[in-house]
């Protein structure tokens, strides 16, 4: 069974621009979440999806922030524009279901806003 | 929320060393889990142990539900057993919660 993926591995963006980044889940996973650790801080949480509604985006930092589940499969993340301060790994993880069960979290993608 | 607290912020051993890591948290928990954040960024699950003793090679955790704390024990500690380790926790809402992480080096 595959792990939770995402792409790209690496991304180096100057300021103001946009960058977006790709999450697919494990296969029959409703649930999707997304985190970032920034600035050699502890990892955040960002949002929640369950299947393609959002169930919690109160970690979203602001309106720059786009995230979508189109399907209820993969999810995407845009920064637009991006700010020095968005460097830092995004992690996306994802669950089978709800009730506090294992998320098992993808490599992540390094953003270097320049 | 719940709080998580991991200690200590720091350890550096010699290869060959035992190490234990602690994790608080301020509440109970649904979910606890231990992550290895290896030098590349990535994340690397290497327990879901909300409650009891679990094994894994020279890796091993143990919660304390109770108590409301878990350890993590890593064994004949190895050059690339170095990173930061992160624990984390879910109460109610199904957001993880992290720690601050412990930053091991282990020298050669």
């Known amino acids: 069974e595959a792990g939770v993926t995402q792409f790209p591995s690496h991304s180096v963006i100057e300021k103001g621009q946009t960058v977006t980044l790709r999450c697919d889940p494990i296969?029959?996973?409703?649930?999707l979440y997304w985190y970032r650790r920034v600035m050699g801080k502890e990892i955040k949480f960002l949002l929640h999806?369950?299947?393609?509604?959002?169930?919690?985006e109160s970690g979203m930092p602001n309106n720059r922030f786009l995230a979508e589940r189109t399907g209820g499969t993969y999810s995407t993340l845009k920064v637009q524009p991006a700010e020095l301060e968005d460097s830092g790994v995004y992690f996306c993880?994802?669950?089978?279901?709800?009730?506090?069960?294992?998320?098992?979290f993808g490599p992540g993608t390094r953003l270097t806003v320049t | 929320g719940i709080q998580v607290e991991q200690s200590p912020p720091d350890l550096i051993l010699q290869e060959g060393a035992n190490s234990t890591l602690r994790c608080n948290f301020s509440?109970?928990?649904?979910?606890l889990q231990w992550f290895h954040q290896n030098p590349w960024g990535q994340l690397i699950n290497l327990f879901y142990?909300?409650?009891g003793t679990k094994q894994n090679g020279r890796l091993s955790a143990t919660t304390v539900a109770t108590e409301r704390y878990s350890l993590l024990y890593i064994s004949s500690s190895q050059t690339t057993d170095s990173g930061v380790y992160f624990c984390?926790?879910?109460?109610?809402?199904?957001?993880?919660?992290f720690g601050q992480g412990t930053r091991l080096t282990i020298n050669p």
């Open positions: 993880a994802s669950s089978q279901d709800l009730g506090g069960r294992e998320q098992y």
């Open positions: 296969s029959g996973h409703d649930n």
């Open positions: 999806f369950v299947k393609e509604s959002k169930q919690d």
């Open positions: 509440d109970s928990v649904n979910n």
């Open positions: 142990i909300p409650s």
């Open positions: 984390a926790a879910i109460r109610w809402a199904q957001k993880l919660v």
